[in-house]
């Protein structure tokens, strides 16, 4: 079965702090992976995405995510947060590129000053 | 960079009317979109397939009937509740191809059914 599976549902960290938020997946087929940010109420931010080649990819706010095909993850990290970045945080797979996705059931990431 | 915008971001029904939601690609054409839905502090779940000139192709569990999909144009889908309930309350999602490889988000449509 296809699946996303974001272990963490929240996670507090302290504005400074680094940042990693976790992601595996099941896929029968070449993944194409992304994390998209979302605000209350808002749609979903592209951060990232990787669909092949070099297995760490940048995106922006200094996101980066790094795919390990031996463990089925994909999980997105940043060095130092800032409150800005509290929100919520989902992984999703596709199987090409700009299609329909599997979403992961997100983190909700709280930033502490 | 590519922009999709979603219309209108609120609205609240009376039950038993439609509803009407609007998905359009503003700097791109779009021959394929993904209608999805969120539940509060719930993930996304994709609904249907929207794409232009044909019909649409909806996820299982997904009544057609009730979730019209319409994609008449290159850079406009719409998705049509018809006969609202409060069950279908709910964050309705949109998004589309882009030319750069991902799926560009509309900002989302809160549905309030009373």
């Known amino acids: 079965a296809q699946s996303v599976t974001q272990p963490d549902i929240h996670i507090t960290v302290s504005e400074g702090a680094s940042l990693e938020l976790r992601c595996n997946y099941s896929y029968g087929a070449t993944p194409y992976l992304f994390w998209y940010v979302q605000s209350p109420g808002q749609g979903l931010q592209l951060l990232l995405k990787?669909?092949?080649?070099?297995?760490l990819v940048q995106g922006i706010k200094g996101f980066e995510a790094e795919f390990k095909r031996s463990q089925s993850s994909f999980n997105l990290r940043k060095p130092s947060v800032h409150w800005s970045d509290a929100a919520e945080y989902f992984c999703?797979?596709?199987?090409?590129?700009?299609?329909?996705?599997?979403f992961g059931q997100g983190t909700e990431l709280s930033v502490k000053p | 960079g590519a922009v999709v915008s979603q219309h209108p971001s609120r609205v609240i029904c009376k039950s038993g009317t439609s509803v009407k939601i609007e998905c359009r690609s503003l700097?791109?054409?779009?021959?394929?979109m993904f209608w999805y839905r969120q539940f509060p502090k719930k993930s996304l779940m994709l609904m249907a397939t929207?794409?232009?000139?044909?019909?649409?192709?909806?996820e299982q569990g997904v009544e057609k009937d009730k979730f019209l999909i319409n994609h008449a144009s290159l850079t406009l889908s719409t998705l049509t509740v018809t006969s609202a309930h409060p069950e279908d309350s709910s964050f309705y999602i949109c998004s589309a191809r882009d030319p750069g490889g991902a799926g560009t988000f509309g900002s989302g449509t809160r549905l309030t059914v009373v």
């Open positions: 999703a797979v596709g199987g090409d590129q700009g299609g329909k996705l599997i």
């Open positions: 990787y669909f092949s080649g070099d297995t």
């Open positions: 700097d791109f054409q779009a021959t394929t």
């Open positions: 929207s794409n232009e000139g044909s019909k649409a192709t909806y």
